[in-house]
């Protein structure tokens, strides 16, 4: 199957620990993104990438890392640092241009415990 | 910077009227405008979007989309809605001026009722 795959769906974090959201697509996209979904505000952007080895911040960056090693992958950690992590995180992927359509995984629910 | 408007939290309509979702947006430069659909913990699904040319754009399911270029707006529209498309609806924009970033609405919820 193409598409988006993200793992795990549901993950539990003890306060204080850092945690790795795992994104990968095999639809040969350039372009990478994750946001971060929580009820009433929409979907804010975390990090996006456009090219192997190279990321840019999006809106709310704070708390969170990325890496992109290969063109199929980029991993979100979740640090220590994120005040409110809880909230559901969507991975998502496309051709560069503003023009393209962006394509989403099934999310992943993250729960501070 | 560019941003997305949905006034309506919620939509409430029968099945087998027609449906309208609103959204608004301000770019600068050439938007190019989206629409997606989310069921309860599922990714987004991909509906429709306007690039360029005719302003009438036809989707998946049977949704549809007008641009309106002097009013700034891209409802969506269906002319006869179905229980199954209750769900979450987002409208996003990017622009020429804005990269690849995609920005959304905060989201209209549509409920169908029978």
């Known amino acids: 199957d193409g598409g988006i795959t993200q793992s795990p769906k549901y993950l539990f974090r003890k306060e204080g620990q850092n945690v790795t959201l795992s994104c990968e697509q095999n639809l040969n996209h350039d372009a990478m993104y994750w946001y971060r979904q929580d009820p009433g505000q929409g979907l804010r952007l975390i990090y996006y990438?456009?090219?192997?080895?190279?990321?840019q911040k999006g809106d709310i960056a704070e708390g969170y890392s990325v890496s992109r090693e290969k063109k199929e992958s980029f991993p979100l950690t979740v640090t220590s640092a994120q005040k409110n992590p809880t909230a559901f995180y969507l991975c998502a992927s496309s051709m560069v241009g503003a023009r393209n359509t962006i394509y989403f995984g099934e999310g992943s629910w993250l729960t501070v415990v | 910077a560019q941003s997305v408007a949905q006034p309506e939290d919620q939509v409430n309509v029968a099945e087998g009227n027609p449906l309208t979702v609103k959204c608004t947006y301000s770019v600068s430069g050439n938007p190019y405008l989206f629409w997606y659909v989310q069921y309860p913990n599922r990714g987004l699904q991909f509906l429709l979007k306007?690039?360029?040319?005719?302003?009438l754009v036809k989707g998946s399911y049977g949704f549809e989309a007008e641009f309106n270029k002097s009013q700034t707006s891209f409802h969506l529209k269906k002319p006869s809605a179905l229980v199954s498309d209750s769900a979450l609806y987002f409208c996003a924009v990017s622009s020429t001026g804005g990269g690849n970033k995609l920005t959304f609405g905060t989201g209209t919820q549509l409920k169908v009722e029978l």
């Open positions: 990438s456009q090219i192997v080895n190279d990321f």
């Open positions: 306007y690039i360029t040319g005719d302003n």
